[in-house]
T-cell receptor
């Protein structure tokens, strides 16, 4: 069974701090997606990484796909209260009939 | 381009009643996924459909739950004879027919069974 483990499960920081959250698996994925979910809403796609070692930036957010395509990280610089939410990663195995494998998420709270 | 639409946003049903959840995918998207989410449990895959076909229903309970995505109209997730344990947020996502299989989510339907 393919699993995606996200860490930490919960994170509470002060505005302006930097943070990194992780998404790890023993399985290889053809691509990996990051989503952010706010309370009462559906997840919103942030980025998709495809190539091993790939780095993508979205303003203050930096996403990296591991060289072996088994893990990924999300780094946020100078966090703001608007970054608060549940960050979910989801991996795609091309042979898995289009079904994403989801992590349980990292719940981030950025305090003003 | 309108996003994924779900209705109702909130649904209250008494035990034993039927719940019918609707999802209209983004224009041009032919793939629909249904998920269930409980606090502390993450997103649980239920079913994946294309127009008029169920592709993967491995996450859906075999009894009381059914899903369809007709040629015309929205996708429907139906829960018959609801029980309190069915209370959850149900999300629908759609994706275009591309290799990345990126999913676009609706706002969800929060089902409460009393």
């Amino acid at each position: 069974t393919q699993l995606l483990e996200q860490s930490p499960q919960f994170l509470s920081i002060q505005e302006g701090e930097n943070l990194t959250v992780y998404c790890n698996s023993s399985s290889v994925f053809s691509s990996l997606q990051w989503y952010r979910q706010e309370p009462g809403e559906g997840p919103v796609l942030l980025v998709t990484v495809v190539t091993g070692g790939e780095v993508k930036k979205l303003k203050r957010l930096t996403f990296q796909f591991g060289d072996a395509r088994k893990d990924s990280s999300l780094h946020i610089t100078a966090a703001q209260p608007g970054d608060t939410g549940l960050y979910l990663c989801a991996g795609l195995n091309a042979g898995n009939n289009r079904k994403l494998i989801w992590g349980l998420g990292t719940s981030l709270a950025v305090n003003p | 381009n309108a996003g994924v639409m779900q209705n109702p946003r909130h649904l209250v049903r008494r035990r034993g009643q039927e719940a019918r959840l609707r999802c209209s995918p983004m224009k041009g998207h032919s793939h629909v996924y249904w998920y269930r989410q409980l606090p502390e449990e993450g997103l649980k895959f239920m079913v994946y459909l294309q127009k008029e076909n169920i592709i993967d229903e491995s996450g859906m309970p075999k009894e009381r739950f059914s899903a369809e995505f007709p040629k015309e109209g929205p996708s429907i997730l139906r829960i018959q004879q609801v029980v309190r344990g069915d209370s959850a947020a149900y999300f629908c996502a759609s994706s275009p027919n591309t290799a990345l299989y990126e999913q676009y989510f609706g706002p969800g339907t929060r089902l409460t069974v009393t």
